[in-house]
């Protein structure tokens, strides 16, 4: 306890207290839509109240408390996280794209609602993130929300998420793009860097801008979300090697049946539980200058590559 | 030539010099994407860069040269504009919504490339218009940026276009929803008041905000949206039933083969000409302050409700 006054808590406490808080900004956020649409509202709240491990959130809210931001004041740029999180899960399980009827244990909102419903539910999460942003709740200087909407935007978009999806499509041989990646190492680390990295990216990001870091404390936290985010996607192939759908939550199985080049298939299963164990490394290296207020970031790399689900 | 040094232009080069700007700004911005994948690339191009008019542009353009400001300082506030509202066209031609080929004469973005592509080029297209108003280029001023991010997410989102179309949905029965529109005239007045009429307000908006408008300035900015937002969606009625494919450049009859209640339904088509034409005078009575500067939002305001496309 030499650099903070927070109590210890252990990472489960702290990410139901994460997952708690963000859920509630949520609801009131979503809320807004209800006077107009109430089935737009009401799928909105099926994509994004679902439960969920919040993990995403949880970076931002903890990046920024390594700089003395109390979480209420992270809320708002961590919750936009998490609104175009749940966008993209809603766009990514629609028929055209991976067809899922199952997410997180319950139908997916195109199953539970239709089609049209589910477009425009992730839609409006999209459009809501950058609503969030933008109010003074976000952060009391304009320049710092404005940043926060540049980094966010950069994350989710062509270059970012969306282009990833679009590679990972490419991927699975959905149609010739000149892009389409090849089955190398370098290539599936590229993908996931877009694909699912360019979140953890902006999580790490966005913290730091609330919190105001130096430029070598940023370098260090983008070092972390780099780390992090291979874990979490390497994590997430052994899954969809080794899991059960009951226990995940989702489909499984679904890659090699795809046809992709996954981390596991060009490491090995033993091969990919070392490099979890080098990721999990460069991440505590790159927090080694926050002290014990990076006791949960610490935790949270260990937590990322070991999770069951 | 009392309030303005710009050389006298007719509506026609005004909105031909707008729409080749904006142009060259999308085709500029959607660049970014292409090192990632080539094909969104080519799908964002294709849903923003196959003509149209550009007037929603050209709203902020014009409301913002009521100022003073110069076109350029205008463009990415424009541009990110026409980012919304080609997305939204993206998302509502596809199957699951309105299932439509043609669009602008051209097959639709999930005819030309595939319904994943147009999902997730319209996503794209919806980011990028955040990322174009968090650069400088879109204002000096982070707080005018902000302002800007704000005004687009809530015009564009749940209590906007986006709730706009989950009404229109209802609208044609596509499923029961409690905030499902009468057929009357309030309801078909609120439904565009939402669907078309938000983005249209935000044109007006944004170029007050990047003019630095009064409050009472504001307001006459928002009459005139409202009655040039309502006559843009008399004029689309009446081509509807009046129209034929090969001169609007897409499906019509629509409306009434999906059962929905339109203006011209409400009114009779000569009901709806005579309220195109209040609606033109109280654009006109809007304006009055303004003077010659105002001179191409009048003519915009005649244009719209006389279109024939």
New interface residues.
């Given amino acids: 306890m030499t650099q903070t006054d927070r109590p210890a808590e252990t990472l489960a406490d702290a990410l139901a207290r994460c997952a708690g808080a963000v859920a509630a900004e949520l609801e009131r956020v979503?809320a807004?839509?209800q006077?107009?649409?109430?089935?737009?509202?009401r799928a909105?709240r099926h994509a994004a109240l679902a439960g969920g491990k919040r993990l995403r959130p949880f970076l931002v809210i903890e990046s920024a408390a390594l700089f003395g931001v109390p979480m209420p004041r992270a809320l708002p740029a961590a919750t936009a996280l998490e609104c175009v999180h749940c966008?993209s899960l809603v766009?990514d399980d629609?028929p055209?794209?991976d067809d899922d009827d199952l997410r997180r244990g319950q139908p997916t909102v195109h199953r539970a609602?239709?089609?049209?419903?589910a477009?425009?539910a992730?839609?409006?999460l999209?459009?809501?993130a950058?609503?969030l942003?933008?109010?003074p709740a976000a952060a009391p200087d304009?320049?710092v929300?404005?940043?926060l909407?540049?980094a966010?935007?950069?994350a989710?978009?062509?270059?970012g998420m969306?282009?990833?999806?679009?590679?990972d499509?490419?991927a699975e041989g959905?149609?010739?793009?000149?892009?389409r990646p090849a089955p190398d190492l370098a290539s599936v680390a590229r993908l996931q860097e877009?694909k699912t990295g360019a979140l953890l990216r902006y999580a790490c990001e966005a913290g730091g801008l609330l919190g105001g870091a130096s430029p070598s404390e940023i370098a260090n936290l983008q070092a972390y979300s780099r780390a992090v985010g291979r874990a979490f996607q390497i994590a997430d192939d052994l899954l969809d090697v080794e899991g059960d759908a009951a226990t995940v939550g989702k489909a499984v199985g679904k890659d090699s049946a795809a046809g992709k080049a996954t981390f596991v298939e060009l490491l090995g299963v033993d091969g990919a539980r070392a490099e979890l164990g080098r990721l999990v490394e460069n991440a505590h290296a790159a927090l080694s200058g926050f002290g014990t207020r990076a006791t949960l970031l610490r935790e949270a790399a260990v937590f990322i590559a070991e999770r069951r689900n």
């Fill in positions: 979503i807004r839509a006077p107009v649409s109430d089935r737009l509202a909105m966008y766009h629609l055209a794209m609602y239709d089609e049209a419903t477009i425009l992730g839609d409006g999209l459009t809501l950058f609503e942003l933008a109010e304009p320049a929300r404005i940043a909407v540049a966010l935007a950069r989710a978009g062509g270059e969306i282009g990833g999806q679009m590679l499509l490419a959905r149609f010739a793009d000149a892009g877009l």
